[in-house]
C-alpha cells in the first residue's frame, strides 16, 4: 500500500504540478494565514508602543504588556509555522510511506485546531484591553491604527487557521477510509478487482484445459511396413 495515492496526495514520485497545487483551497488558506499572521506581529511591534514623555515604552493595549507581548508571539510562530507547512505541501506527495503522511497530516490537524483556540483567545483577549485603553491615559493618535489591525487580522486568523484545520481533517478522513484500498464489495457497488485481468481488449482468455492433444488414433498410413495388427483376445 506504501505509494499508492492516499491523504488527499497522489502516488509518491509524481511530477509536481505548481497550478494544481496553487489552486488548492489549502495552499490559499496557508498564504493567507501567513500574511494575516505577519500584520498583526509587525503592527504591535512597529507601533503597538507608546511613550508617556519618558523612555519608558507602554503597550498600547491598556498598558497590558502581555497583550502585545502575546499578539506578538502567537503572531511570529504562525508566521514561521504557515512557511513551515507550505513546504510540507510541496513535499508531501514525495512521500512514501503511508504511516509518514499520517503523521504528517496528523501534525498539521493538532497543530491547526490548537493554533485556531490561540488566535480566538488573542482576538478576545487584544479587543478587551483595547475597549479598557482610555486616551487620556496614552497617546492613542500614535497607535490607534495599529491596534485596530492587530485585533481584525487576529479575526481574519481564527477564519484562516479553522480553515486549515477542516482541510487536514478531510485529509485525514480520506487516508483512513480503507474502502479505498478493500477488495470486498461495498452496499450498491460492483466489486472491485484487485488485479487486472489478462484479457486483451475484445479478447477472452482462454483456459489452458482447453488446449489439449487429441487421442492417438492409428490409422493405415500412420503403421510402418510390414506392421501387423496384433489379434485381439
Known sequence: MDGAGSFGAGRAGSAFDLLAFVKQPQTILRVLAWIFSMVVFASIINEGYVNMGSERLHCVFNKNADACNYGITIGIVAFLASVFFLALDVYFPQISSVKDRKR?????????GFWTFLWFVGFCFLANQWSHTSPKELPLEQASDAARAAIAFSFFSILT???LTVCAVQRFLLGTDMTLFSTEPVDGQAPKQPYPSNDVIGQTTIPVNAYQSPPLIETVETRPPGYNIPPAF
Do not use: D, N, R, T
Request: glycine share 8%; no cysteine; net charge negative.
Open 104 to 112: 504528517a497530516v496528523l501534525l498539521e490537524m493538532v497543530f491547526s
Open 161 to 163: 487557521w479553522a480553515g
